[in-house]
């Protein structure tokens, strides 16, 4: 508990990010997807001759700079502040390992930045093989961002074994590689890749839907079909590559995928169910809009359908992303991290000298109170003239363990999921939180919950007062 809690109210910080993430992550795949369209659409027109086709691409090169350059760079920033705050110990093993790899990330995107705006920036003034040359060095650059980032992402749910061995010991810089490839990094990569030409294709469409049928009937016909065949190798390969990534992630974290749709049958739809049928359910609706409603009546395809692609492939994405964040579940950083913040490796320590024994925000006066009440045993934690202190210590201990993940009131209402227990039964509950046991119902989704006997039965009492607060 080495940084102050981000408190969010209703919503919580972690909706903060996943907010955050659902429209930059679009935003970021369609600038690599798009860098791979434009150069190539307007190749293909520079062969053809076809000034008409020309003129669309550069206006879709606008619509791709502002989207991309500002948008996406805004979200960008975005993630950065939500997740140092939300998750910061997270963050901060994350820059400290991979330091090289966000230096090179930096770099590119600046490259990226200043390649897109020359390439936007020298329509009709350098040479059509010159622009698009250009046009070919942003996409390249904007996928190397991805090849990058592609290795963090990954490496959060699936470190790998060889980083694992040496985490904490000052040796993990002699295993980057092992860590940046790590298991499910390929078949990310070829996923992400797919998304993006997808995605390409998809926002051309937004594009090409604005053109006048009547007054250019070839023109809207050609875009629109080209545009909607560049979703074509995505829905081919990404069943493949879906099954390739899964096959890689550990079979403990798998096994909460397995664990959600083994209970569908009994009407329970987790929260991973939900996404995953929301994935299947979107892309099939896609698909059948873009055949029907683009490619087979491209020159009746309005405005109003590729904004509802759009939405569609945005419910893909959320999905998508929902489902890979909760495999990592109950860790931030698979078997090393929890969502919260605690360190595997620091569990027994915590259980042993106290999970505030290090923390910062503890006042030198509230430690020497503790102390003493710790010297007196168990019995002086339910004694009246203590329970002042034992709140504000569960207090922190709540702060410390519980609101990475729930709120107050909102998004996991810890005042809703407690209503109604006792005393005795928010007492078993944190046994079973603390015990941690393979059966136990918690085990798969909560990290658990670390701290001495004295430090539990101090949360024990605040919890009282989220379960029954004072009227």
Same mark, same amino acid.
């Given at each position: 508990?080495?940084?102050?809690?981000?408190?969010?109210?209703?919503?919580?910080?972690?909706?903060?990010?996943?907010?955050?993430?659902?429209?930059?992550?679009?935003?970021?795949?369609?600038?690599?997807?798009?860098?791979?369209?434009?150069?190539?659409?307007?190749?293909?027109?520079?062969?053809?001759?076809? =000034?008409?086709?020309?003129?669309?691409?550069?206006?879709?090169?606008?619509?791709? &700079?502002?989207?991309?350059?500002?948008?996406?760079?805004?979200?960008?920033?975005?993630?950065?502040?939500?997740?140092?705050?939300?998750?910061?110990?997270?963050?901060?093993?994350?820059?400290?390992?991979?330091?090289?790899?966000?230096?090179?990330?930096?770099?590119?995107?600046?490259?990226?930045?200043?390649?897109?705006?020359?390439?936007?920036?020298?329509?009709?003034?350098?040479?059509?093989?010159?622009?698009?040359?250009?046009?070919?060095?942003?996409?390249?650059?904007?996928?190397?961002?991805?090849?990058?980032?592609?290795?963090?992402?990954?490496?959060?749910?699936?470190?790998?074994?060889?980083?694992?061995?040496?985490?904490?010991?000052?040796?993990?810089?002699?295993?980057?590689?092992?860590?940046?490839?790590?298991?499910?990094?390929?078949?990310?990569?070829?996923?992400? $890749?797919?998304?993006?030409?997808?995605?390409?294709?998809?926002?051309?469409?937004? $594009?090409?839907?604005?053109?006048?049928?009547?007054?250019?009937? =070839?023109?809207?016909?050609?875009?629109?079909?080209?545009?909607?065949?560049?979703?074509?190798?995505?829905?081919?390969?990404?069943?493949?590559?879906?099954?390739?990534?899964?096959?890689?992630?550990?079979?403990?974290?798998?096994?909460?995928?397995?664990?959600?749709?083994?209970?569908?049958?009994?009407?329970?739809?987790?929260?991973?169910?939900?996404?995953?049928?929301? /994935?299947?359910?979107?892309?099939?609706?896609?698909?059948?809009?873009?055949?029907? /409603?683009?490619? =087979?009546?491209?020159?009746?395809?309005?405005?109003?359908?590729?904004?509802?692609?759009?939405?569609?492939?945005?419910?893909?994405?959320?999905?998508?992303?929902?489902?890979?964040?909760?495999?990592?579940?109950?860790?931030?950083?698979?078997?090393?991290?929890?969502?919260?913040?605690?360190?595997?490796?620091?569990?027994?320590?915590?259980?042993?000298?106290?999970?505030?024994? =290090?923390?910062?925000?503890?006042?030198?006066?509230?430690?020497?109170?503790?102390?003493?009440?710790?010297?007196?045993? $168990?019995?002086?934690?339910?004694?009246?003239?203590?329970?002042?202190?034992?709140?504000?210590?569960?207090?922190?201990?709540?702060?410390?363990?519980?609101?990475?993940?729930?709120?107050?009131n909102g998004y996991r209402a810890m005042r809703t999921l407690l209503a109604g227990r006792d005393h005795a039964g928010l007492?078993?509950?944190?046994?079973?939180?603390?015990?941690?046991?393979?059966?136990?119902?918690?085990?798969?989704?909560?990290?658990?919950?670390?701290?001495? $006997?004295?430090?539990?039965?101090?949360?024990?009492?605040?919890?009282?007062? &989220?379960?029954?607060?004072?009227?």
């Amino acid at each position: 508990m080495n940084y102050p809690v981000w408190e969010v109210p209703i919503i919580g910080s972690q909706l903060v990010i996943a907010i955050i993430a659902i429209f930059h992550v679009l935003i970021s795949h369609f600038a690599i997807g798009g860098g791979l369209y434009l150069p190539y659409a307007e190749m293909l027109a520079a062969r053809r001759g076809d =000034r008409e086709w020309r003129a669309v691409i550069k206006k879709h090169s606008k619509f791709f &700079l502002i989207l991309t350059g500002v948008f996406g760079t805004v979200t960008g920033v975005g993630i950065w502040f939500s997740i140092g705050l939300a998750n910061p110990e997270a963050t901060s093993t994350l820059i400290h390992y991979f330091v090289f790899a966000w230096a090179m990330e930096w770099v590119i995107f600046l490259v990226e930045l200043t390649t897109i705006a020359i390439y936007y920036y020298t329509w009709d003034r350098v040479s059509d093989a010159l622009h698009i040359a250009i046009g070919w060095l942003y996409g390249i650059v904007a996928w190397l961002t991805l090849v990058l980032i592609n290795g963090i992402l990954c490496f959060m749910l699936t470190p790998g074994t060889t980083w694992l061995a040496v985490a904490g010991s000052g040796q993990e810089i002699h295993v980057f590689w092992h860590a940046f490839f790590n298991p499910t990094y390929w078949p990310s990569l070829l996923i992400r $890749t797919l998304i993006c030409i997808c995605l390409g294709g998809v926002f051309a469409l937004v $594009t090409a839907s604005r053109i006048d049928g009547a007054a250019q009937p =070839r023109l809207k016909t050609d875009l629109i079909r080209w545009s909607a065949r560049w979703l074509v190798p995505t829905f081919i390969l990404l069943p493949f590559a879906g099954a390739w990534y899964l096959w890689q992630v550990p079979a403990v974290q798998r096994h909460i995928l397995e664990l959600g749709f083994s209970t569908i049958g009994q009407g329970v739809f987790s929260v991973v169910t939900r996404m995953s049928l929301t /994935l299947v359910l979107s892309v099939a609706t896609l698909l059948v809009i873009v055949y029907l /409603l683009a490619y =087979r009546n491209p020159l009746d395809f309005k405005l109003g359908a590729a904004i509802t692609i759009v939405v569609l492939a945005q419910a893909a994405i959320m999905s998508t992303e929902m489902v890979r964040e909760m495999l990592r579940k109950p860790f931030v950083i698979t078997q090393h991290m929890f969502s919260n913040g605690v360190r595997l490796r620091e569990v027994a320590a915590d259980n042993t000298a106290g999970y505030l024994a =290090r923390s910062p925000w503890v006042r030198a006066a509230e430690r020497t109170a503790w102390a003493a009440l710790d010297a007196q045993g $168990t019995a002086a934690t339910n004694a009246p003239d203590y329970k002042p202190q034992m709140l504000a210590r569960g207090e922190l201990m709540f702060r410390g363990q519980c609101m990475a993940c729930h709120t107050m009131n909102g998004y996991r209402a810890m005042r809703t999921l407690l209503a109604g227990r006792d005393h005795a039964g928010l007492g078993n509950l944190l046994k079973l939180l603390h015990e941690n046991k393979d059966d136990s119902p918690y085990h798969a989704f909560m990290p658990p919950l670390v701290g001495t $006997t004295n430090e539990i039965a101090a949360l024990n009492l605040y919890l009282d007062t &989220l379960a029954a607060p004072a009227k």
